[in-house]
């Protein structure tokens, strides 16, 4: 799925990642850990194609990737709804949205603008784009920041449900998450 | 089936009628600043129509530059401009048509506008009708070179973004009240070809470099 050979990354003049080398196969699970500034968010934008003045060579075999950053993508002066019907990757059927918006407790607040929710429920409105999207590849940068025990563990369920659907999940969490196949430090 | 760039364009759309001091904003800055020219400059009628075509140029470069940090400044703090860039779609077309929502929802009520005030300024009709054809020609070229200006100071402000629209979008401004002002000779026609030339060509060069620009940030 995703081979990175000798990857060099510098901000500022600054080498944040050093001859990185590692290999994720298909269905797996992979918890980035490292501490604050290590880079790990920098890798994920470098996997998902945003950063490209990188040495090194990484090898994808699939465009079809999901990125989830720090920041959300979400609009808010846009209400849920519209923020989930315009997210354009994917389709949301009127059924499909109403089932995600469901099991995240969104449902009371589908006509709210995203201005007046909180963080916690932001995250919820961007693990709804999650739920919804069919990708070979997620890239989660701290899915699991503000959010509840219950929202914890619907997030793990979800990842390991992609998991069994053959694709493969790199996230990165300062917690420990007994769900992914390995980890890998930076 | 609604792709990308359709929802896209849906995305913008909403932004600017929810949020309604990105549009309402230039065209109340445009009201204002057309209506304090006849007060500083008195209600002599020849002095105003000789003066109309140069107020309203300046007056809608002045309420476009309260628009110009919609384009890209969002996407980029909120998040949606990596989306964007991950989507592996033409970024080419994707800021094209954020570029047409901003001029659709910013330029395009005060081309109509300006055709009233015109009046108010005394402009002949003939020279109104002349004024509506260098705005519709002139306007893209003021939020192409506006966006050029957003998408360089994604991380900055709207005065940096100013400063560098302004003397850009000069030869426009130029070109559209010498058309203006000839509009009883032959020479109109020189001086709207030229516009159009500008707008024909700055379409793929300035919508290139706001994507150069934006890329920069991304190193």
């Given amino acids: ?30 918890h980035l850990k490292g501490v604050n500034g290590s880079g790990k968010s920098t890798l994920l934008k470098i996997l998902s194609g945003i950063l490209n003045n990188f040495q090194g ?27 989930l019907l315009l997210d354009y990757r994917f389709n949301a059927e009127a059924e499909s949205l109403d089932e995600a918006c469901n099991i995240f407790d969104l449902n009371s607040l589908r006509d709210s603008k995203l201005f007046s929710l909180s963080q ?67 | 089936m609604r792709n990308f760039y359709f929802k896209t364009f849906q995305r913008d759309s909403r932004v600017y009628l929810s949020r309604s ?74 800021a094209s048509i954020k570029i047409f929502v901003n001029w659709y929802f910013s330029s395009l009520p005060l081309i109509f506008i300006s055709i009233f005030t015109s009046f108010m300024l005394y402009l002949p009709f003939d020279a109104a009708l002349i004024l509506a054809i260098t705005l519709f020609l002139g306007t893209p070229i003021l939020s192409m070179f506006g966006a050029l200006a957003g998408a360089l100071t994604l991380e900055r402000g709207n005065i ?12 426009a401004l130029i070109l559209g009240i010498l058309a203006i002002q000839s509009y009883k000779n032959e020479e109109l026609f020189f001086y709207i070809f030229l516009l159009a ?20 940030h991304f190193e």
């Fill in chain 1, 1 to 30: 799925m995703i081979k990175v050979e000798h990857l060099f990354y510098s901000f500022n003049d600054l080498p944040l990642l050093e001859d990185l080398n590692f290999e994720v196969k298909s269905s797996e699970i992979i």
């Fill in chain 2, 21 to 94: 001091s990105s549009f309402l904003g230039p065209i109340v800055f445009f009201l204002i600043t057309i209506t304090l020219y006849p007060i500083a400059f008195g209600s002599d009628e020849e002095q105003l129509a000789e003066l109309a075509a140069g107020i309203i140029w300046i007056s809608i470069l002045l309420a476009n530059l309260l628009s110009h940090q919609f384009i890209f400044n969002e996407d980029y703090k909120d998040g949606s401009l990596d989306l964007v860039l991950t989507s592996g779609k033409s970024l080419f077309l994707w």
């Fill in chain 2, 197 to 216: 030339a500008f707008l024909f060509f700055s379409i793929p060069i300035l919508i290139a470099s706001c994507l150069g620009a934006i890329k920069l």
């Fill in chain 2, 160 to 171: 940096v973004g100013s400063s560098i629209v302004i003397p850009l979008c000069l030869p």
């Fill in chain 1, 120 to 186: 916690g429920q932001k995250k919820k409105v961007s693990l709804v784009q999650f739920f919804l999207s069919k990708c070979d590849l997620f890239l989660l940068d701290e899915p699991f920041a503000n959010l509840d025990k219950k929202g914890i563990e619907l997030i793990e369920n979800m990842i390991i449900d992609r998991q069994n659907q053959g694709a493969s999940i790199i996230f990165t969490s300062h917690e420990e998450h007994n769900i992914s196949s390995r980890e890998l430090i930076l």
């Fill in chain 1, 57 to 83: 060579k990484i090898l994808l075999s699939t465009d079809n990737v999901f990125f989830l950053g720090h920041n959300l993508g979400l609009k808010d002066s846009l209400t849920v709804n519209d923020n």
